[in-house]
């Protein structure tokens, strides 16, 4: 979007718009996963909610020019985060609670960090989310899966009626970038099951690798 001369802003939001399907369609399809968790949703949708608001409410009040500036960084944190993931969960189940999940102020306010992470860029958001919660003793994977992906459409869901009630999404972008999202669900995950696993996350990462070169040395 930044390379056909949509403004950054108006690109991350209306990018947020045509990814937002993908989480909703991954909470409806985990939904029986959400069973073990369903006293702490109101709670956590809630945060994410409110977290999804301040992200996408700061994004909007971030200038075009700082928020290129802060594109290579972000591009930077989520290609780090990508690439440590699995060390990153591996740590965090050595370290759960033994009795559950369990979220104290400091699990809460790392949930809220996350939120408005979320909201503001998005990126990596979902390893972030899934180490919080195995941190927080949800070591059962597949809930945490779950869970994760209910706070994402949530962070997202809110971010972009926000984005959408500010006038900010370029909607002819958008709506390519959601057929392009839609067909890489159908057909990029057939393509990432005959690849070997760890092809895959070199490819991942060195394409996040490239980009995030790219914005750090382009004028």
């Known amino acids: 979007m930044l390379a056909v001369g949509i403004p950054p802003v108006a690109a991350n939001a209306s990018n947020t718009v045509a990814l937002f399907p993908a989480s909703f369609a991954a909470t409806l399809a985990l939904r029986r996963e959400l069973a073990a968790t ?25 200038p075009d020019r700082a928020f290129l500036a802060l594109v290579p960084w972000l591009l930077l944190l989520a290609t780090l985060i990508f690439a440590v993931s699995p060390r990153l969960l591996a740590w965090a189940r050595r370290h759960h609670a033994a009795t559950g999940l369990q979220l104290g102020p400091a699990m809460l306010l790392l949930v809220a960090v996350c939120a408005v992470y979320g909201g503001y860029f998005g990126a990596g958001v979902g390893i972030m989310l899934m180490a919080g919660l195995t941190v927080a003793g949800l070591d059962d994977p597949h809930a945490a899966n779950a869970l994760k992906n209910l ?64 914005y750090f040395v382009r004028p």
């Open 151 to 214: 706070m994402a459409a949530a962070i997202n869901g809110v971010a972009v009626l926000v984005f959408i009630v500010d006038g900010t999404v370029v909607w002819p972008a958008a709506l390519v970038m959601l057929a392009g999202a839609v067909a890489g669900g159908v057909f990029g995950a057939r393509l990432a099951r005959r690849l070997p696993p760890k092809l895959f996350r070199w490819l991942v990462i060195g394409v996040g690798s490239l980009l995030t070169v790219w």
């Open 38 to 62: 369903r006293r702490h949703l109101p709670r956590l949708v809630l945060i994410g909610v409110a977290g999804g608001i301040a992200g996408a409410v700061l994004l909007l009040a971030t």
